[in-house]
């Protein structure tokens, strides 16, 4: 009898235990763009069937109690290409297949942005299917005229997300007020929220902040600084931006965590992976679960190389890269970068 007795009140005090370390934060996990293969201009683009495009990072998202991605591009079987071009084969609009949607959901997905330039590509059944198919999946999503922002409940905690980009269909980067209102509004709903943007100039050239509207190819694409703080001024809790194609500075206003791009991610044939553009980051955050601020972070590593979905990078090379920019870019931010991607 003694005996049950002594196991009885072990049990009780490792339960009491585990009650008062109930978690107190949230794991955001966070990564750019996303376009497993697409079927334009030829189904040669495409992975080979049953190929899963994050069989090498799935146990890494396994830790995450909210995952999030853009989808550069359209979910659909149907639709002419929108876009007017000569040669078919330098025209990049991209088609991925509906039976792709079914990978992000076992990868645990739980938001995306639809919100890019490529969201259009296959014109209005484009967008239509891509929603419909995120929503057969489960996934959460924003980014459209027809879809400027969206709520969803997971584990008891109500999350607020929009996303913005300065292209057509998309609810516009560069409209701050139009923003700023947005995110009021699911401040006043929700306990977390979540904004995401498309913006900044392309490519290798263009990994700095500038503080400036960025302009590509005589497109206005943002001021993304002005941006990202304007939406946390209106009540944001973390900014993930995406669109450059390389990895960008992070940053930390008003105790709220701003990431200015994650690059290419997923991202199989028809992108050029070369150098720091194959680099993909896996972007950790903890915050709190009451307030939303910023506790601490981690990059971690992953790349990818052409033909070849991402996979985890023993070289640390997308965090060696976003620390250099971060501490470049913002002199004045007071992060505290640990050899093992961590940051606080």
Do not use: W
Request: net charge positive; aromatic share 12%; glycine share 8%.
């Amino acid at each position: 009898m003694k005996n049950i007795i002594i196991t009885l009140l072990i049990l009780i005090s490792v339960n009491l235990n585990a009650q008062n370390q109930v978690k107190q934060s949230i794991t955001l996990m966070a990564v750019g763009d996303i376009m497993m293969g697409t079927s334009f201009p030829s189904k040669n683009t495409l992975p080979p069937k049953g190929k899963n495009p994050f069989e090498k990072v799935n146990e890494t998202f396994a830790e995450a109690d909210i995952l999030f991605g853009n989808h550069e591009g359209t979910l659909t079987d149907t639709g002419k290409n929108a876009k007017h071009c000569k040669d078919p084969s330098k025209c990049y609009s991209f088609k991925s297949p509906t039976y792709l949607g079914q990978y992000l959901q076992q990868a645990g997905f739980d938001v995306m942005s639809i919100a890019n330039n490529h969201i259009g590509d296959f014109g209005k059944i484009g967008i239509e299917n891509t929603k419909k198919t995120l929503e057969e999946n489960g996934i959460a999503y924003a980014g459209v005229y027809s879809k400027p922002y969206t709520t969803f409940t997971k584990n008891g905690i109500k999350y607020g997300f929009t996303a913005f980009a300065p292209n057509n269909d998309c609810i516009k980067i560069y409209n701050i007020t139009k923003a700023q209102e947005i995110v009021r509004k699911l401040a006043t709903q929700c306990d977390i929220v979540i904004v995401s943007f498309h913006g900044g100039a392309e490519g290798s050239k263009h990994t700095h902040i500038t503080r400036k509207t960025e302009k590509f190819y005589g497109e206005n694409r943002g001021n993304v600084y002005k941006f990202a703080h304007a939406v946390i001024d209106a009540g944001a809790d973390v900014v993930i931006g995406h669109g450059p194609h390389v990895s960008r500075a992070v940053e930390v206003y008003k105790n709220r965590f701003i990431t200015y791009s994650l690059g290419n991610f997923c991202t199989y044939e028809r992108f050029n992976l070369r150098g720091i553009k194959g680099y993909a980051p896996i972007l950790k955050l903890e915050l709190d679960k009451k307030t939303g601020s910023f506790l601490s972070g981690k990059i971690i590593s992953a790349k990818q190389i052409d033909g070849i979905y991402p996979f985890l990078d023993k070289n640390n090379s997308a965090f060696k890269e976003i620390k250099k920019l971060t501490l470049v870019d913002f002199p004045e931010n007071k992060l505290t970068f640990l050899e093992d991607g961590s940051f606080y």
